[in-house]
């Protein structure tokens, strides 16, 4: 079994807006469900590390969220992404991108490219 | 933005609290039965398919620890909390919170109460439009006339001829007002009021006084440069405290006529209230009369003499100009102007004439005379409830030592469990500084009494007058000033305490604080103690050192008796007479008082004793003149026939003046023998002769030498200025200064054993004349106290706060002597067990706090040196190095250590050796 990774600082945020993104209106459990899939069991995520940052970007005003029932007529609290989260998705991923090529490039460098 | 927003909705989470702890709970409950359906449909048994779930959700207290931080501001809560905390905790100490309290309430009181006053006098602007861009001519402030074409060090009062000149060349200023430099007292009644006429300060200003501070009337209309012309009709403004103290507010006051010094004046409007006039003084004006009035009022009128000077200016600079590109203009159109009268000077005055020039400063605050008064004495007592507020400080920041130590071991328990050092040092500091914010609270109260007090005390005002123009009532700035001074001095004494319980060793501490036999912790509070008696001991001192020079400037010799002499003040200019009337006046004035039973004497003169003089040159009869830099000054009284022996001032050489001086026979006077002194160095003065003005006849024989006398008490400490008296008989009606021949001053000297009832007084006065008001009538010793009423003040406060200080530093001491013996029980016990009998546990526990006192007198001894050069300008030729005040500041700080430490050093003797071994 390969060793699972830490989440990163900060990118737990990203994940959710992404999440939120793609699927639409969804509930924590769902999130969290989501972001294990998508990251093929490679993250270790206890889920409950979520709640906080929900509640942060809610703060900011990215997501929103409000009651509701779901499939099996449960009451769940519905998290989607507002406008303010699209646009900042948009930016950080932008960021993201950006950082991960730099990142990229150094690790492609080889000595004698350096020459 | 996003960031912004968050603070707020972290800000106002509060409210939603419980709401959210609920919606968290239903959230983590869904959660987790949904993970348990997933593992219940993967084929778990349900109770492990739930236990698994909780497992994959994480640690749920440390998971709602981190919502609940992200969700609110943990600082501000805490801090919330801590304050709670802090007052529940000072709910619980009622003993030690009064105390801290009543101290900082007494400290904070009188510092703020002094403060108000430093504000209104020293700091605040008059209350006009922007006046910031009021400048005045002059950087000293003078007074009343000055005479010619030269002025020392600066020009600073004008004539009415050159102030015209100033206003109509000076474009910088976009108006330039003029007021006279000394008040006047007008005697003021209604048209057709059937009551007597009363006086009120009153001022004449140029038209355009009002618009140049840019104040409108608060009723009626302001005065306009129409009413300050030639042959305009005579109007009036009133001030709004007599509109409305006598009048009512009544409307019609408006447009109904006075009369001023009995002429009839129409009063136009009504100033605003507040507006004091253009400078700071113990009696504000109550009208305001146009300048170009002045001679209809005045039978001696200035306003056409060139040069007279008698006018200060007062001006709003123009958008655009600067204070120094207008200094600059006026001091060229000084010149012009002086050049326009070169005909007209002395050759000494063109001799003088390159060096004239002037200064504009800053008017924001008006032309105050009041605030270069009262500097020095505010700036002391500033300083003194400084040295009172840091003895308040240190007092408490004892308690709170001595709370400290109490608080110890819980501090130690907290740190044990791994509480922030923040949080430890937060807990005290917040509790001193709601103690000190309470105190300061607290304090305006007392402030407000205080400087009411202070205020009738410095400024007695006369019935019916307004007093001086400043409020009790606190400020803003005043308000300001309170926190301010509150939150540092609540900074300052819980400092350290706060720091203090950082250095709690945890172990140390629980091991039980009262077996050590380390004195941890109490150099703090006896460093405080010693500086609490050093700074009692400076300010017991100072207080003796003021009360010494008041005792000796009150029972100095002054040359004049003032037992059974009586003095009544009148004003016959306000009755309207006229110069020539005024002989008879006096004679019918005279002898219906000198009728009077129990009158053993009278006379009047222009000025009693410790009233004041007029000042004029001197040139002697066969002295060569005095060069322009030889000073021949001499001041100069009027007054009736045997005035000298009825003040009690002895003629050493020739004679007094008598009835045999008269309007037709040789012009005679009276010389002092400091007038001897200063013109007749190796000569006889008698049958000599001098005049006031250098080209004219030097007509007045010296007559009579009497002897020194200080008849001005301004300038305590000083040698006695020249003086000569003229009588009044001898007036000279063409003279320059027709104002001199009002005399206003009646002395009455009383039979030996008899009295003279006032009211006998004020009905010879009415058989004279019922519409000539008496303005007082007092002792002389209440006249010549009256003019100590400052130093009496101060020397007064001084005390006060000495007594405050040294009974906080003895509070300080006796609490630091019983801490200390408290702690050292189980010494002392042992030591008592040991065969140590009382009085050697009461010297044990004295010497501790004598050793305090001795430092503390070996660090204010130089401080009090110090102090004493501090006040030297202020003690009237008493020496600041007196060895008998300091002593006995000494002995009172000694003997109030003793009943100090006394106290918990019997109780300390008293300790049964049994019980205090058993008391751990």
């Given at each position: 079994?390969?060793?699972?990774?830490?989440?990163?600082?900060?990118?737990?945020?990203?994940?959710?807006?992404?999440?939120?993104?793609?699927?639409?209106?969804?509930?924590?459990?769902?999130?969290?469900?989501?972001?294990?899939?998508?990251?093929?069991?490679?993250?270790?995520?206890?889920?409950?590390?979520?709640?906080?940052?929900?509640?942060?970007?809610?703060?900011?005003?990215?997501?929103?969220?409000?009651?509701?029932?779901?499939?099996?007529?449960?009451?769940?609290?519905?998290?989607?992404?507002?406008?303010?989260?699209?646009?900042?998705?948009?930016?950080?991923?932008?960021?993201?991108?950006?950082?991960?090529?730099?990142?990229?490039?150094?690790?492609?460098?080889?000595?004698?490219?350096?020459? | 933005?996003?960031?912004?927003?968050?603070?707020?909705?972290?800000?106002?989470?509060?409210?939603?609290?419980?709401?959210?702890?609920?919606?968290?709970?239903?959230?983590?409950?869904?959660?987790?039965?949904?993970?348990?359906?997933?593992?219940?449909?993967?084929?778990?048994?349900?109770?492990?398919?739930?236990?698994?779930?909780?497992?994959?959700?994480?640690?749920?207290?440390?998971?709602?620890?981190?919502?609940?931080?992200?969700?609110?501001?943990?600082?501000?809560?805490?801090?919330?909390?801590?304050?709670?905390?802090?007052?529940?905790?000072?709910?619980?100490?009622?003993?030690?919170?009064?105390?801290?309290?009543?101290?900082?309430?007494?400290?904070?009181?009188?510092?703020?109460?002094?403060?108000?006053?430093?504000?209104?006098?020293?700091?605040?602007?008059?209350?006009?439009?922007?006046?910031?861009?009021?400048?005045?001519?002059?950087?000293?402030?003078?007074?009343?006339?000055?005479?010619?074409?030269?002025?020392?060090?600066?020009?600073?009062?004008?004539?009415?001829?050159?102030?015209?000149?100033?206003?109509?060349?000076?474009?910088?200023?976009?108006?330039?007002?003029?007021?006279?430099?000394?008040?006047?007292?007008?005697?003021?009644?209604?048209?057709?009021?059937?009551?007597?006429?009363?006086?009120?300060?009153?001022?004449?200003?140029?038209?355009?006084?009002?618009?140049?501070?840019?104040?409108?009337?608060?009723?009626?209309?302001?005065?306009?440069?129409?009413?300050?012309?030639?042959?305009?009709?005579?109007?009036?403004?009133?001030?709004?405290?007599?509109?409305?103290?006598?009048?009512?507010?009544?409307?019609?006051?408006?447009?109904?006529?006075?009369?001023?010094?009995?002429?009839?004046?129409?009063?136009?409007?009504?100033?605003?209230?507040?507006?004091?006039?253009?400078?700071?003084?113990?009696?504000?004006?109550?009208?305001?009369?146009?300048?170009?009035?002045?001679?209809?009022?005045?039978?001696?009128?200035?306003?056409?003499?060139?040069?007279?000077?008698?006018?200060?200016?007062?001006?709003?600079?123009?958008?655009?100009?600067?204070?120094?590109?207008?200094?600059?203009?006026?001091?060229?159109?000084?010149?012009?102007?002086?050049?326009?009268?070169?005909?007209?000077?002395?050759?000494?005055?063109?001799?003088?004439?390159?060096?004239?020039?002037?200064?504009?400063?800053?008017?924001?605050?008006?032309?105050?005379?009041?605030?270069?008064?009262?500097?020095?004495?505010?700036?002391?007592?500033?300083?003194?409830?400084?040295?009172?507020?840091?003895?308040?400080?240190?007092?408490?920041?004892?308690?709170?030592?001595?709370?400290?130590?109490?608080?110890?071991?819980?501090?130690?328990?907290?740190?044990?469990?791994?509480?922030?050092?923040?949080?430890?040092?937060?807990?005290?500091?917040?509790?001193?500084?709601?103690?000190?914010?309470?105190?300061?609270?607290?304090?305006?109260?007392?402030?407000?009494?205080?400087?009411?007090?202070?205020?009738?005390?410095?400024?007695?005002?006369?019935?019916?007058?307004?007093?001086?123009?400043?409020?009790?009532?606190?400020?803003?700035?005043?308000?300001?000033?309170?926190?301010?001074?509150?939150?540092?001095?609540?900074?300052?004494?819980?400092?350290?305490?706060?720091?203090?319980?950082?250095?709690?060793?945890?172990?140390?501490?629980?091991?039980?604080?009262?077996?050590?036999?380390?004195?941890?912790?109490?150099?703090?509070?006896?460093?405080?103690?010693?500086?609490?008696?050093?700074?009692?001991?400076?300010?017991?001192?100072?207080?003796?050192?003021?009360?010494?020079?008041?005792?000796?400037?009150?029972?100095?010799?002054?040359?004049?008796?003032?037992?059974?002499?009586?003095?009544?003040?009148?004003?016959?200019?306000?009755?309207?007479?006229?110069?020539?009337?005024?002989?008879?006046?006096?004679?019918?004035?005279?002898?219906?008082?000198?009728?009077?039973?129990?009158?053993?004497?009278?006379?009047?003169?222009?000025?009693?004793?410790?009233?004041?003089?007029?000042?004029?040159?001197?040139?002697?009869?066969?002295?060569?003149?005095?060069?322009?830099?030889?000073?021949?000054?001499?001041?100069?009284?009027?007054?009736?026939?045997?005035?000298?022996?009825?003040?009690?001032?002895?003629?050493?050489?020739?004679?007094?003046?008598?009835?045999?001086?008269?309007?037709?026979?040789?012009?005679?006077?009276?010389?002092?023998?400091?007038?001897?002194?200063?013109?007749?160095?190796?000569?006889?003065?008698?049958?000599?002769?001098?005049?006031?003005?250098?080209?004219?006849?030097?007509?007045?024989?010296?007559?009579?030498?009497?002897?020194?006398?200080?008849?001005?008490?301004?300038?305590?400490?000083?040698?006695?200025?020249?003086?000569?008296?003229?009588?009044?008989?001898?007036?000279?009606?063409?003279?320059?200064?027709?104002?001199?021949?009002?005399?206003?001053?009646?002395?009455?000297?009383?039979?030996?054993?008899?009295?003279?009832?006032?009211?006998?007084?004020?009905?010879?006065?009415?058989?004279?004349?019922?519409?000539?008001?008496?303005?007082?009538?007092?002792?002389?010793?209440?006249?010549?106290?009256?003019?100590?009423?400052?130093?009496?003040?101060?020397?007064?406060?001084?005390?006060?706060?000495?007594?405050?200080?040294?009974?906080?530093?003895?509070?300080?001491?006796?609490?630091?002597t019983a801490?200390n013996a408290g702690?050292r029980v189980?010494?002392i016990?042992?030591?008592m067990?040991?065969?140590?009998?009382r009085?050697?546990v009461i010297?044990l526990v004295?010497?501790?706090?004598?050793?305090?006192?001795?430092?503390?007198?070996?660090?204010?001894?130089?401080?009090?040196?110090?102090?004493?050069?501090?006040?030297?300008?202020?003690?009237?030729?008493?020496?600041?190095?007196?060895?008998?005040?300091?002593?006995?500041?000494?002995?009172?700080?000694?003997?109030?250590?003793?009943?100090?430490?006394?106290l918990p050093a019997l109780r300390a003797s008293r300790v049964?050796?049994?019980?205090a071994?058993?008391?751990?």
């Open positions: 079994m390969k060793p699972k990774a830490d989440v990163q600082p900060g990118t737990l945020a990203l994940m959710v807006l992404k999440t939120l993104d793609v699927l639409g209106a969804l509930h924590g459990y769902g999130i969290a469900q989501r972001i294990e899939q998508i990251s093929g069991d490679l993250l270790t995520l206890n889920q409950g590390t979520l709640y906080p940052v929900l509640l942060r970007l809610e703060q900011e005003g990215s997501i929103a969220s409000e009651w509701g029932a779901s499939e099996n007529n449960r009451k769940a609290r519905f998290y989607r992404l507002t406008r303010t989260g699209r646009k900042q998705l948009r930016a950080e991923t932008r960021d993201w991108e950006q950082t991960a090529a730099i990142v990229g490039r150094f690790f492609a460098v080889k000595a004698e490219d350096l020459k | 933005m996003r960031t912004f927003r968050r603070f707020f909705r972290r800000l106002v989470s509060r409210a939603t609290i419980r709401q959210d702890e609920e919606r968290l709970r239903a959230e983590i409950e869904d959660h987790i039965a949904r993970q348990t359906e997933e593992n219940v449909r993967a084929g778990w048994p349900p109770a492990e398919a739930r236990r698994q779930a909780v497992l994959k959700f994480g640690p749920l207290e440390s998971m709602k620890d981190t919502y609940r931080e992200q969700r609110g501001l943990p600082s501000v809560e805490v801090l919330v909390l801590d304050t709670r905390h802090a007052l529940r905790r000072l709910r619980r100490a009622p003993a030690f919170t009064l105390a801290a309290t009543l101290t900082l309430v007494l400290g904070m009181g009188a510092t703020t109460s002094i403060f108000t006053l430093v504000h209104a006098i020293l700091l605040k602007s008059l209350p006009v439009a922007n006046p910031s861009e009021l400048y005045r001519v002059g950087r000293e402030s003078r007074c009343c006339y000055l005479a010619g074409y030269s002025q020392d060090r600066e020009f600073s009062l004008v004539s009415y001829d050159l102030y015209r000149y100033f206003r109509d060349h000076t474009d910088g200023f976009s108006e330039l007002a003029a007021v006279p430099s000394m008040q006047l007292l007008f005697g003021v009644r209604r048209s057709g009021s059937p009551e007597a006429a009363r006086s009120y300060p009153g001022e004449f200003v140029s038209g355009n006084y009002f618009a140049m501070f840019g104040i409108a009337a608060y009723a009626g209309r302001a005065l306009t440069a129409t009413d300050d012309r030639v042959g305009a009709p005579p109007v009036a403004v009133m001030s709004y405290r007599l509109w409305q103290q006598n009048y009512g507010g009544d409307p019609s006051v408006i447009g109904s006529t006075f009369h001023l010094n009995d002429k009839l004046f129409t009063i136009v409007g009504i100033a605003p209230p507040g507006f004091f006039g253009d400078t700071l003084r113990p009696t504000p004006p109550d009208f305001f009369l146009p300048l170009n009035s002045e001679p209809f009022v005045e039978s001696d009128a200035d306003l056409n003499k060139y040069d007279t000077h008698w006018l200060n200016l007062i001006g709003r600079i123009g958008p655009g100009a600067t204070a120094a590109s207008v200094e600059a203009q006026m001091r060229v159109e000084l010149k012009q102007w002086l050049r326009a009268h070169w005909n007209e000077m002395s050759a000494a005055e063109r001799m003088k004439f390159p060096e004239q020039t002037l200064f504009l400063s800053p008017g924001g605050a008006g032309i105050t005379s009041m605030r270069e008064q009262y500097q020095r004495w505010l700036q002391i007592l500033m300083t003194i409830t400084g040295f009172v507020l840091f003895i308040v400080c240190a007092n408490v920041a004892n308690l709170m030592l001595v709370r400290g130590m109490e608080r110890q071991r819980q501090t130690a328990v907290s740190m044990a469990l791994g509480a922030r050092a923040s949080r430890v040092v937060r807990q005290p500091l917040l509790e001193s500084i709601l103690l000190s914010l309470f105190g300061g609270a607290a304090g305006l109260a007392i402030a407000y009494g205080g400087t009411r007090l202070i205020l009738r005390f410095a400024f007695p005002s006369m019935a019916g007058l307004a007093g001086v123009p400043i409020s009790a009532s606190p400020s803003l700035p005043v308000l300001c000033f309170a926190f301010v001074a509150s939150l540092a001095t609540g900074l300052a004494f819980g400092i350290a305490p706060a720091c203090l319980a950082l250095r709690v060793d945890p172990i140390e501490a629980l091991r039980g604080a009262n077996r050590s036999t380390t004195r941890a912790g109490s150099l703090p509070r006896k460093t405080l103690v010693v500086l609490q008696a050093a700074l009692s001991l400076v300010l017991l001192s100072a207080a003796g050192l003021l009360t010494v020079a008041l005792r000796s400037l009150e029972h100095q010799n002054l040359g004049f008796q003032q037992d059974g002499r009586i003095v009544a003040t009148m004003n016959p200019r306000l009755a309207g007479y006229r110069p020539d009337q005024l002989s008879p006046l006096y004679r019918r004035i005279h002898d219906s008082i000198a009728n009077l039973p129990g009158v053993a004497s009278v006379a009047l003169c222009l000025y009693s004793p410790a009233g004041g003089g007029w000042g004029s040159g001197v040139w002697v009869d066969g002295h060569p003149d005095p060069g322009p830099r030889n000073e021949n000054f001499a001041a100069w009284d009027r007054v009736t026939a045997g005035y000298f022996d009825v003040i009690g001032t002895p003629i050493i050489r020739g004679h007094d003046i008598t009835e045999q001086d008269t309007a037709g026979s040789r012009k005679v006077a009276v010389v002092s023998d400091a007038f001897v002194r200063k013109f007749f160095r190796n000569e006889d003065p008698l049958g000599k002769h001098f005049g006031r003005t250098p080209g004219e006849p030097r007509e007045f024989e010296i007559v009579g030498v009497a002897r020194d006398a200080r008849y001005l008490l301004s300038n305590p400490g000083q040698a006695p200025v020249p003086f000569f008296f003229l009588p009044e008989t001898q007036a000279e009606y063409g003279q320059s200064n027709l104002g001199s021949l009002f005399l206003h001053d009646i002395v009455i000297l009383a039979r030996p054993g008899a009295t003279v009832p006032v009211s006998t007084i004020r009905e010879a006065m009415a058989s004279v004349d019922p519409g000539m008001p008496l303005v007082s009538i007092r002792t002389m010793r209440e006249q010549v106290a009256g003019q100590f009423t400052q130093q009496r003040l101060i020397a007064r406060l001084t005390s006060f706060f000495g007594i405050l200080s040294l009974l906080l530093a003895s509070i300080g001491l006796y609490g630091v801490y702690r189980s010494e016990g042992v030591r067990a040991l065969g140590a009998d009085s050697q010297r004295l010497r501790g706090a004598f050793g305090l006192l001795l430092f503390g007198l070996l660090i204010g001894l130089p401080l009090t040196l110090l102090a004493g050069r501090f006040l030297s300008s202020q003690l009237y030729g008493t020496s600041p190095y007196n060895p008998v005040v300091i002593l006995a500041g000494t002995l009172v700080l000694g003997v109030s250590a003793l009943v100090a430490s006394l049964s050796p049994l019980d071994l058993r008391s751990d």
